[in-house]
């Protein structure tokens, strides 16, 4: 990068965390810290909402998933407006009139202790391990980029947040990822103006090539368990997800529970749900452009150009010439290819369309072969190595051919979306940790300003636990499914447990308490068998399913215990 770059990427990271210590430094109370005052304005808390979400992974993840499979992935989210009207209508009224400091204390008003404490531990197990995937998933990807050591990476962007989140609490969080959100977005929307300027054909004809190349296909209405991503998925296992990740995960409850009143927090929460698709459609749209792009300028033969430089200082330098330049003829015969289409589409040659559809198509799964083959010999090369690339082709294309200042920017927008939603995660683990944990059942009858030291504390340890996590992490298949993923394996219990306080009022504490660590155990083996077989029958299940999965055999084992005859401390609150 250029000293510019440099400038801009820096300046824009010390100026979000400066201000962030600035505002919000001097909080003595543990009420300011956890809930930052409860003033918040409606879009103050969309914007910290999003944000949230809104991860390292999500830009650069996201378009390279445009890249390779198209704008499918926006059926993910087709779920989420109607989960911010059934949060809003439910479970965000419950919150406000019990003055919850978490979203698990409900459980113990509900239930009994045990059960809130089993949540509590269940979210504190699967965001202490999302948070650590938060900070290294971009680190790998901008340790290798910008010639970084990984570990320095990871230390760079875990402290940055611990400063300011420790500082600031809650609030610190807030007011930072107003900051965070402008950046990020107004990056990613003056890079895609750029890449479609930069397209030697017009507007038109780019979509007409992405649309012969299945890349703008957005909906998918045939229905199939194993499809992560289609409308069925979106509106039913993504719905679940949602619901638990925006309902009961305190990373998010504790950004609208900020609001100065309900209805500025369910506004918030429907500011989200507006919002949202759209956002994403923006960003695996910009995605879909860059593989335009390189329709008509040759793209790299693997996007980890460290790979490569590795591979033409090794004894498979040889192979790899001869397979870059397999590649480099294959990428000519299908801009001859392109270039027919177009002249078919202007003509309205149907038969034309199709011919130089079935070329391209042709060609590109050949110069797809090539690739397996480059990263075949990668691996032959280091067997250590992980040749996935999809992460790295925007910020490739970033680097190649973006002008100066607007690669420091487009960094500048990584290092914040890492630290947005970073410094919610750590908030919340420590928030949890203290209001749930410690002061519910180590330290009964501390003061106030005790507390909020050991709020203090508790995010500080779990932003290092978060660091280190990263530091031994390893690469996933692909970033943004990692943290679904994950989030997947927990979040179908914990719904199941909220579902049950809030819809099935007959049913105990016991009762719900056997059923959430049975079903743990059974998502846990359904993972484990997945594309096997278990008991005899083959699985093969998108973990997206497992959100619906786990609500269900929460809600039905409850009830089957509760009508066996266990007995609980709780009905309701």
């Known amino acids: 990068m250029s000293s510019i770059d440099w400038i801009i990427m820096f300046g824009t990271l010390l100026a979000i965390v400066g201000y962030g210590v600035y505002k ?13 005052q409860g ?39 087709f779920g989420l407006p109607l989960a911010m009207i059934i949060l809003s209508v439910t479970f965000l009224p419950m919150y406000y009139k019990l003055k919850v400091y978490t979203a698990y204390e409900f459980l113990e008003n509900r239930f009994d202790l045990k059960t809130r404490t089993l949540a509590a531990l269940l979210f504190l197990v699967q965001r202490g391990l999302a948070a650590g995937i938060t900070i290294y998933a971009p680190a790998i990807i901008l340790s290798t980029l ?19 989140t420790v500082s600031g609490g809650t609030r610190a969080v807030s007011i930072t990822q107003k900051q965070q959100m402008a950046v990020m977005m107004g990056g990613m929307v003056l890079a895609g103006i750029l890449v479609i300027q930069m397209l030697p054909v017009k507007f038109t004809e780019a979509l007409h090539v992405a649309g012969k190349m299945d890349r703008l296909n957005v909906v ?14 979106g509106m039913t296992a993504a719905l679940f997800l949602f619901l638990s990740y925006f309902g009961t995960d305190q990373s998010q409850v504790q950004r609208y529970l900020t609001g100065s009143t309900l209805t500025q927090s369910r506004m918030g929460l429907m500011m989200n ?31 980890n150009k460290v790979q490569t430089e590795q591979l033409q200082n090794s004894a498979f330098k040889e192979d790899f010439r001869f397979l870059e330049e397999e590649y480099t003829h ?3 015969e299908k801009g001859q290819d392109i270039e027919d289409l177009l002249e078919a589409v202007k003509s309205d040659n149907q038969e034309g369309i199709a011919l130089a559809q079935d070329g391209m198509m042709k060609k590109s799964q050949h110069q797809e072969r090539i690739r397996n083959e480059v990263k075949e010999l990668i691996v032959k090369n280091d067997p250590m190595a992980e040749t996935r690339d999809t992460d790295y082709v925007f910020m490739r294309f970033v680097m190649d051919y973006l002008p100066k200042g607007i690669v420091g920017l487009l960094f500048a927008v990584i290092f914040s979306a890492a630290m947005s939603s970073t410094a919610s995660e750590l ?32 995010t500080a340890i779990w932003g290092i636990f978060a660091i280190v996590f990263a530091t031994y992490a390893t690469l996933f298949e692909n970033l943004i499914q990692a943290v679904n993923l ?3 394996l927990f979040y179908g219990t914990i719904l199941g447990i909220f579902f049950v306080a809030f819809y099935m009022k007959w049913i105990r504490g016991n009762a719900v308490f056997i059923s959430a660590l049975i079903t743990q155990a059974i998502i846990l083996l359904i993972h484990w068998k997945n594309g096997d077989s278990l008991l005899g029958i083959p699985i093969n299940i998108g973990f997206l399913w497992y959100n619906v999965i786990g609500c269900l055999l929460v809600m039905l084992f409850s009830a089957i215990i509760q009508l066996g005859g266990v007995k609980g401390e709780k009905v309701e609150g």
Request: glycine share 8%; charged share 10%.
């Open 486 to 488: 994950l989030g997947s």
């Open 39 to 77: 003033n918040m304005n409606w879009w103050t808390i969309g914007l910290s909402i999003m944000a949230t979400q809104a991860s390292a992974i999500t830009f650069l993840s996201t378009p390279g998933q445009a890249y390779e499979d198209g704008m499918r992935f926006i059926q993910f989210y």
């Open 220 to 233: 998918n209405y045939e229905f199939n368990l194993s499809d992560r991503y289609n409308f069925w998925s």
């Open 24 to 36: 919000t430094y001097g909080v003595r109370d543990m009420d300011s810290y956890i809930r930052g």
């Open 146 to 164: 910008l010639g970084w050591n990984l570990t320095f990476t990871n230390i760079f962007i875990g402290v940055l947040v611990i400063i300011y």
């Open 273 to 303: 749900g507006l919002l949202k698709v759209p956002m994403q459609f923006v960003i695996l749209f910009i995605g879909v452009m860059v593989f335009v792009f390189y329709q008509f300028f040759q793209p790299p033969v693997v996007f």
């Open 330 to 332: 294959v990428f000519r």
């Open 427 to 458: 908030n919340s683990l420590g928030t949890t940790t203290t209001i749930d944990i410690y002061k519910r059942s180590i330290s009964k009858h501390s003061s106030q300003y005790h507390y909020m030291l050991s709020s203090k504390w508790f």
